[in-house]
């Protein structure tokens, strides 16, 4: 597995100011979807390409188009909701499958309670999208649903991951790339990451 912690000025400025507890929700959620953005460029870089003749306006033009079936996204409800513009604005031909998983605070695992995949999706790179790679379990488990329908290539991108969660990712899904915005320091001790966002649903969703 390789975690790219994508250091570029424009991430790094707007990761700072969703650092603030000043921050409204307006504001958290538009710069998330923006940060979105910026990430997604960075995980497609290595999709690949195939040569298509089209009629431009003079002459006939060679140009590059995306190979083969079209890429999915998949916000795991409902944190990732919150990316799922962001990765839109960039490729607004991608399909969109939901994963609903919620946490358990008493144990930290990660409870299944809805999922809705493409039938195709065997065929197409899945981009998994949640703000916060805390414990991985959410993750986890979203990976081995998407494993199960037949899915062989994933990505997730987050916002902030705790170191805690990209090795426990690593041991159990070493084929996954992570593009995150930021590796964090650690977890506390119920889970939360430090320095982190705070709880990124109840900030995006106005529910704190």
Not at 56 to 83: D, Q
Not at 101 to 130: C, F, N, P, W
Not at 194 to 199: A, K, Q
Request: charged share 30%; hydrophobic share 40%; aromatic share 6%.
């Amino acid at each position: 597995m390789t975690v790219f912690e994508v250091k570029h000025p424009l991430i790094e400025h707007k990761l700072g100011l969703l650092r603030s507890n000043r921050l409204k929700t307006k504001e958290f959620r538009e710069i998330t979807s923006e940060i979105a953005s910026l990430l997604t460029y960075e995980a497609t870089k290595d999709l690949e390409l195939e040569e298509k003749k089209i009629k431009g306006w003079a002459e006939e033009v060679s140009v590059k188009r995306i190979k083969g079936r079209k890429l999915v996204i998949v916000p795991i409800l409902r944190a990732g909701v919150g990316m799922l513009d962001g990765l839109l604005n960039m490729i607004p031909s991608a399909k969109v499958n939901f994963v609903g998983l919620y946490r358990d605070h008493d144990t930290l695992e990660a409870i299944q309670y809805y999922s809705k995949l493409s039938r195709d999706i065997g065929d197409r790179m899945a981009l998994i999208v949640d703000p916060m790679l805390a414990t991985a379990n959410t993750i986890i488990k979203t990976i081995e649903i998407l494993k199960k329908a037949g899915c062989k290539n994933i990505k997730a991108l987050c916002l902030v991951g705790a170191p805690e969660g990209i090795n426990k990712l690593e041991e159990k899904h070493p084929d996954v790339d992570v593009y995150l915005a930021s590796r964090d320091r650690e977890l506390n001790d119920i889970g939360y990451i430090l320095p982190g966002l705070g709880d990124a649903g109840d900030r995006l969703f106005g529910t704190k």
